[in-house]
């Protein structure tokens, strides 16, 4: 088997990348948790991309069920059809569409699944996907058929833990917390996405923005998402090294709550005073 | 031979299903652990623990329990040559060697080990006895005993768990106090679907469709239970005075309350020292804005949950009341009325402290504390307690 290491686009720290060989050969899907912005839902693509395995994302929203990741009966496509005579309508296989997951199982090849932020959905969305987790197989009464997945997908779970997940979803599980990278993972994570940018510029970027993210009072501390973001801005508008150093130009990339400018705005007063 | 550990982590509160273990012994025997106790450290957080709430008792734990295998005496320079690169022999496994190591304990492997490196001298390549390669030794690397201290591993000596011995973790701990993520994460627990009590219905529209398609376009109308919240809270927050040194926590609780939306209903209200015949509706207390605590109360139903928040730290007098403040400015009663009013209006009502109560008993200060405790189930403000005190809400009266 193939492990995967990160690659040319996405940075792996070793934990992480231990973690995915982890949940590779034990088979048991790999839940990730971490700040919004360690790069949760990007992993899944990489690892897919990395390894040339065929991606499929589930993702999840508040109204999700477990049903919709399996199959989904099209019963009103089949009555419209049988208004007008339509072929076929008697088999019902033609109304069958499979969910993501559903497609990930019946992919010649073994699958990425991704079920992306589990946490939205209802608090029994969990468990109502042990078996088929478990099993990597389920059944359409509609046809009497089973799906069964030829190679176990590698599923990767992300979950900003909105919610509390079941504890017997979470023992199924190879576990991962993603620690925000240190400063010196970040500069690297940032020569991916900016491969030309100018090193004393990264510095000090680098340097104010792990001083915001220490400030205590923050809501909602910035990541490398806003971080990458802040500094498309800074070289597309020319920002002089000097202009860094005096005030940081456009904070609100960083932080997007108001009280949260605010917090910054007190604490470079109190710096600009020492 | 590791059951050891997982009683030992069992007593130490993880709840480690048998499943888990087995995981991680599937994991062993395909080597994921790369032969390196860090290694085998990472396996152990991968497939036995679930929450980051975890990671940092964890390590404790780990290190406590593998702290015998560490190193006293660093080995020099050259032993550890000689173990990353070894001269290649095959085939040096003796059974009964295996056996006898294998009673060995992590004391004992220490003290052998301690004793080898004062007297090792050359290099040692697939023996019983010396620190080296692919031997039998309970010392070195790649060797075949199943017990015994693993020196230079995967290419970088690792001085046993001092690669692991970082605090990164400790911010998450249960005991800690709370984030706002973290307040409102609690706050979900207070959560209560109308499916499981309430008698009315209404129309599932997905429902009716899927059946009325089913039944070839003939109309079946489907109905359902609604699922919506019904919890009602009630907060009232200290603010000022003594709860100043808390204000940053306080806010965060406040904004994780006010932003939660799946509340029925939401009340807060503000109170100076103790809840007396008015209510502030804005945390500076002013005057002008306040409502009159009967009235207000009176109108709301007693299946409201109560939630007080504040350090029950007062002077006495203002909880007992004096005759001029308890009548002239305070509308008749002494606060301590006042809770035990509201104590009694609703059915279910805890009280949150910033701080665990830490003043000797017997102070001055404590008293307070002391009566507004017999009043009210107090909680302080972890992770741990928070849960405990909603769910408590949540009993049935």
Known sequence: MEWFQGSQKYVADPHLASAVQVAQALEKPLLLKGEPGTGKTSLAQAVAHELGLPFFLWSVKSTTKAQDGLYLYDTVQRLYDSQFGTEGISDIRRYIRLGQLGQAFSSQKQAVLLIDEIDKADLEFPNDLLWELDQMEFYIPETGETIKANTRPLVIITSNGEKELPDAFLRRCVFHYIQFPGPELMRKIIKVHLPDLEEQLLSQALEAFYWIRGLDDLQKRPCTSELIDWLRILRLEGVSLEGLEKALPFAGVLLKKEEDLEVLEDAQRRKNHA | MLEGFLVYLRNRGFSISVEQWLTLMRGLEQGLHRASLTGFYQLC???????????????????GYFSSLEEERQPSRELLDWLRNPERIEGRCDPLQLLENRDISPQQAQELFQERLKEQTSQHNGGSYWIGTQGMSPFGRDGNSLRGIQVAGAGEFQRGFQAIGREEYADFRQDRVLNLRQFQLAFRRLRQLSSQQETSWELDVEGTIRRTCDQGGLLKIVHAKPRKN??????????????????????????????????QDLRIYYFHNCVYGH???????????????K??????????????????????????????YAHMARGGSGGLEWLLYIRNRFKKSAWILPQAMTLPEGSYWRESYDIISNIFPMFSMTIEDLEKAFRFLMEPV
Not at chain 2, 45 to 63: C, G, I, W, Y
Not at chain 2, 230 to 249: N, P
Not at chain 2, 280 to 289: D, E, N, V, W
Request: glycine share 6%.
């Open chain 2, 279 to 293: 209510l502030y509706t804005t945390p500076a207390c002013s005057l002008k804005r306040w409502v009159d605590t």
């Open chain 2, 295 to 324: 009235k207000t109360l009176e109108a709301l139903s007693p299946d409201y949950k109560v939630l007080f928040l504040g350090d029950a730290t007062m002077d006495p007098t203002e909880l007992l009341g004096s005759r001029y």
């Open chain 2, 45 to 63: 957080q991968s497939v036995l623990l679930t929450s980051e709430t975890q990671m940092d008792p964890f390590r404790k734990a780990f290190q």
């Open chain 2, 230 to 263: 019904t919890i009602k809270l009630l907060v009232f927050i200290d603010s000022g005075g003594s709860m100043d040194s808390h204000r940053g926590l306080c806010a965060t609780l406040f904004q994780a309350v006010s932003r939660a939306n799946h509340f």
